[in-house]
């Protein structure tokens, strides 16, 4: 790798000079980075004519007023680094050149204050006669160690060219993109539209199982004839490479969405990717060869709106107020839950209906209460043999609104368990739910 | 060499592959409940086939607790609740619960879960399934090697056939201190099973669930704060 420095003085005028010369810089190359107080400015130069580059860096700098900047390129960054901002010595040359492999041998005849030392340690290299990088470089790592520590080492390294910061992290690959378009004619047939939409899924998550990633998002784009393009984003329950999955999600999006004009070209792009994710199980359980399988199939069916859902129970009084439904993450598979041992026993459970039930209900008086004896519904009229109750609730003054019910436990003569409700605030019974 | 001896001499020589109904060779998913897993004829719900069981008392509190027992032995289960009538208040950990907006979604997703493979025991509640939905999650269940359960009137293609029906006669009540109607504590379940060649049938006791929050402080007495009247 080809490092440009280039060194700006601090200007009175300008507060940051290197971070407001960055961006002409991008024009010559592809990547630039401000340096440290502003005054330095690096350019990556790999796989460009390094020189050219670097003489044309120095035009733009002294274009944008910095007459005193100065260039230096090498393939260490520390070497142009020192050359960039202490120069040559006895020299006034703006541009310098380290040739390759050149680094040391430039660093060597450069004093020690260019590696930027900490103060004690310099007094420290001062005090035992050491000036120049190659007087520090010459000596012996051991011996280095030993009278200097682990700093000591540090600068060591630096003077003999020896610069492991990376200056520019490694560029990441291009997310996965597909596309298709056409010059001759126009599509219109949505069957040939799904068809091609699910090859380029095939081929992005084809691409995506080939970087170890799952894309969190894809956007599809339709060019019209008409010049206006349609965009839609598509987000799973889980990032995956599935083109299953994929695919099933761009049928269900392409069923909704509304053309204006025959279509000329289709791209879809990965916008957001996460690695693959491997989790670590257990050898004795027996669900762990599976759970990857199970936790695929709940973000299908997730995607398919039928999220996996916990009860969040709160204190309410009304049954059907009490529970809150969430959403869970279909990770939840790998989980081992505690079993109770309460939950092992069958038990008749309440199940309440969605949509409650309005009955016509013939009562007897108990006690102040119209007590039900017996009701007609859907599935006709059932006798009642047994109504415990009513469990009487009432609130919601200070809520959305109030509420008062008589709850009913009925035993039918055939044996279910209903439960009936009495809306005490607009005499209606409903059928609530039932044991089951 | 008596009758009965010759005739199953000459199915052995005829069908030398058969196994005896009570030798099958598919594995289950036990039940949980010990008189269950012998009244089914292979232990359990079948693994990789369709069992119904007519919707009536117990069959949900029954299949409940089996669902508990997959995910105790290592396995997974859930719970389709397809008519959305599962009340958090009492609702096990352990079984995955799936609320579907409506009954399409139910199939599709009982369909997809049951081909995964990953969920040893699966139970549709509530979402009625015609001829092909039958057809479809049977070839789901077989693809997965899953148990699954319908709470459905139609049989068709399940491999086991289940029925359960209150026996009145047998509820236990607690007394009422106050003169009321007696609470139900205890109810009797009368279970039958069917599959190929097999018919069998057990009595359970199941006790019932109440609502223990209640405005009254006294679990006997019925609460009498409510509406003015």
Redesign the interface.
């Known amino acids: 790798m080809t490092y440009v420095c280039l060194s700006i003085p601090p200007s009175p005028t300008a507060a940051a000079p290197a971070a407001e010369l960055a961006p002409r810089l991008l024009e010559l190359v592809p990547r630039v980075r401000v340096g440290e107080a502003g005054a330095l400015l690096w350019a990556d130069a790999r796989g460009l004519p390094a020189r050219p580059a670097a003489e044309e860096i120095l035009a733009r700098a002294r274009e944008a007023g910095h007459k005193e900047a100065r260039v230096a390129l090498a393939d260490v960054p520390i070497a142009a680094e020192a050359a960039a901002r202490y120069g040559v010595p006895q020299t006034t040359i703006a541009l310098i050149e380290i040739p390759a492999g050149g680094s040391r041998d430039f660093l060597a005849g450069l004093p020690l204050i260019v590696l930027r030392p900490e103060p004690s340690l310099h007094h420290l290299l001062d005090g035992a006669g050491l000036e120049l990088c190659g007087e520090l470089s010459g000596l012996d790592l051991a011996a280095v160690e030993i009278r200097f520590g682990a700093e000591g080492v540090a600068l060591w390294r630096l003077a003999r060219a020896d610069d492991r910061r990376r200056v520019f992290l490694p560029v990441p690959p291009p997310l996965p993109t597909a596309s298709l378009e056409w010059t001759d004619y126009t599509l219109r047939d949505p069957s040939q539209l799904l068809f091609i939409v699910n090859r380029l899924a095939g081929n992005v998550c084809a691409s995506l199982r080939t970087r170890g990633e799952g894309a969190r998002a894809l956007v599809l784009m339709l060019e019209l004839a008409d010049g206006t393009v349609v965009e839609r984003r598509l987000r799973p329950t889980r990032p995956n490479a599935n083109p299953r999955t994929w695919t099933r999600l761009l049928q269900r999006d392409l069923d909704r969405v509304r053309l204006s004009d025959a279509i000329t070209a289709v791209r879809l792009g990965v916008e957001a990717v996460a690695p693959s994710q491997a989790v670590q199980g257990d050898l004795l359980d027996r669900g762990f060869g599976t759970a990857q399988s199970a936790e695929e199939a709940l973000a299908r069916a997730a995607d398919d709106g039928v999220p996996v859902v916990a009860p969040e129970v709160s204190r309410h009084p009304l049954l059907r107020r009490r529970t809150r439904w969430l959403e869970q993450p279909p990770s939840l598979v790998w989980a081992r839950p505690q079993i109770l041992p309460d939950d092992t026993l069958p038990q008749l459970a309440l199940h309440l209906r969605h949509q409650p039930e309005s009955i016509e209900v013939e009562t007897t008086d108990r006690r102040g209460y119209q007590v039900p004896r017996c009701y007609r519904g859907r599935d006709g009229r059932h006798e009642l043999v047994s109504a415990s109750g009513p469990d009487c609730l009432s609130g919601g003054q200070w809520e959305d609104a109030p509420y008062a019910w008589e709850m009913y436990c009925c035993v039918r003569r055939d044996g279910e368990i209903v439960l009936l409700a009495r809306d005490a605030l607009r005499q209606q019974w409903e059928l609530a739910g039932e044991w089951r | 060499m008596s009758r009965a001896a010759a005739a199953r001499q000459l199915l052995a020589s005829r069908f030398p592959d058969a196994l005896p109904q009570a030798q099958q060779s598919w594995s289950a998913v036990p039940t949980?409940?010990a008189e269950l897993d012998r009244l089914f004829p292979a232990g359990g719900f079948p693994r990789g086939r369709l069992a119904t069981w007519t919707?009536?008392?117990?069959?949900?509190?029954?299949l409940?607790?089996a669902a508990?027992?997959a995910?105790?032995?290592?396995?997974?289960s859930v719970w389709v609740d397809a008519?959305?009538?599962?009340?958090?208040?009492?609702?096990?950990?352990?079984p995955?619960?799936?609320?579907?907006?409506d009954r399409a979604?139910?199939l599709?997703?009982t369909a997809?879960?049951a081909?995964?493979?990953?969920?040893a025991l699966i139970v549709l509640d509530g979402a009625t399934a015609e001829q092909t939905d039958l057809v479809r999650l049977s070839r789901a269940a077989h693809e997965g090697g899953t148990a699954l359960v319908l709470l459905n009137r139609a049989t068709a293609l399940s491999a086991l056939r289940v029925h359960s029906?209150?026996?009145?006669s047998d509820?236990a009540?607690r007394p009422?201190r106050v003169g009321?109607?007696?609470?139900?504590e205890t109810?009797r379940v009368r279970v039958e099973a069917r599959a190929s060649g097999w018919l069998a049938h057990t009595v359970?006791s199941?006790?019932?669930?109440?609502?223990d929050?209640?405005?009254s402080l006294d679990p006997a007495l019925?609460?009498?704060?409510?509406?003015g009247?």
Do not use: K, N, T
């Open positions: 949980g409940v919707p009536g008392l117990g069959a949900a509190a029954l409940r607790v508990v027992q995910v105790r032995s290592g396995e997974r008519d959305r009538s599962v009340i958090g208040d009492g609702w096990p950990a352990g995955l619960l799936l609320r579907p907006p979604g139910a599709r997703a997809e879960l081909r995964s493979g990953g969920f029906r209150p026996v009145l509820y009540w009422s009321d109607a007696a609470d139900l109810v359970l199941l006790p019932l669930w109440h609502d929050l209640r405005l019925p609460d009498r704060r409510g509406a009247r």
